[in-house]
Each structure stands twice: as C-alpha cells, then as structure tokens.
C-alpha cells in the first residue's frame, strides 16, 4: 500500500512539473508575441504611409533628387518598385552577399521596418 501511494505521489508531481513548464513557455511566448505587436506595426503596412516614410528618412539624402548614388533613385513609386522587383531593394538593406550594404556607411535599418520592407514587396509592392 505505501509504495503505491509513492508512486501516485511521484506520478503527480512528475505531471505538475510538465504542466507547469508547459504553461511557462507558453506565457514566454505570449509576451513575446505582445511585445513584437505593440512596437512592430507590420499590419497595416502601405506604400505612402510606411515605405515612402522609411525610405525618405533613411535613403533619400543620397538617392533623391539632389543625389543619386548609383543611378539610384527612391523618391516615386514606380522607381521603388523596380528595386523590389528586381531584389536590390531587399538585398542592400538586408546586407545580402552581392548588394552594397544599405544605408551605405550607416547603421542597417531596425529587424521592424525591415520587415515592414519585406511585407510590403511580398504584397506585390501596392502604390497604396
Ligand atoms: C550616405 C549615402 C547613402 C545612403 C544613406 C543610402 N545609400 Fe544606397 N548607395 C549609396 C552608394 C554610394 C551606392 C553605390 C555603392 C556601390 O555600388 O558599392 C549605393 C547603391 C545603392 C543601390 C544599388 C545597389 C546595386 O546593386 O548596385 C541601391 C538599390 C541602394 N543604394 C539603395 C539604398 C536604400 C534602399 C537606402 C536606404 C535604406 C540607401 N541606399 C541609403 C549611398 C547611399
């Protein structure tokens, strides 16, 4: 009789222990989640809200009107486009093998307007 109560006694700890560290990953994942949603945005994502935004601030002083580093240009819609068809826009600022590293001599864009970056070329670049 004493040694199957410790047993049942050992079995419940052993399925306490596996509840409790199931629930604890899950809350890690849930902040996780919440964190990454309240300051990553990737939602609502557009062309003139958040790309052209991104790119004026980050790419324009030296591919806008006044300069055009390369004979690249990010001002208009239709010259982004181009660079996300032809994967330059993500490479540089991805520092993919074979692409000049974007911003050229500056930090690499935070993960989060990467990703808005990354979003919006897989949506098909809108002119949204
Ligand atoms: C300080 C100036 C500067 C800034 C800021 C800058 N660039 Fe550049 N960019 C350059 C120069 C210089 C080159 C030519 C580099 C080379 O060919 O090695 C270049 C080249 C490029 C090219 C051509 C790549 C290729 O394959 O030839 C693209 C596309 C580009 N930049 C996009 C961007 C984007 C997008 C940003 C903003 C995230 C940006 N650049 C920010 C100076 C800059």
């Given at each position: 009789m004493p040694r199957v109560a410790g047993v049942a006694v050992r079995l419940a700890l052993a399925a306490g222990a596996g509840l409790g560290l199931s629930s604890c990953a899950y809350q890690n994942e849930q902040e996780l989640f919440a964190s990454e949603q309240l300051t990553c945005d990737t939602v609502s994502v557009t062309y003139r809200g958040t790309i052209a935004p991104l790119l004026a601030q980050h790419?324009?002083?030296?591919?806008?009107p006044t300069r055009a580093e390369s004979?690249?240009?990010?001002?208009a819609h239709h010259d982004v486009q181009t660079l996300g068809r032809t994967g330059q826009l993500l490479g540089v600022i991805q520092h993919k093998p074979g692409y000049p590293a974007m911003p050229d001599g500056g930090p690499m864009l935070a993960p989060c307007d990467i990703n808005k970056v990354k979003i919006w070329v897989r949506a098909g670049m809108p002119d949204n």
């Open positions: 790419c324009q002083r030296c591919h806008g004979g690249v240009v990010v001002t």
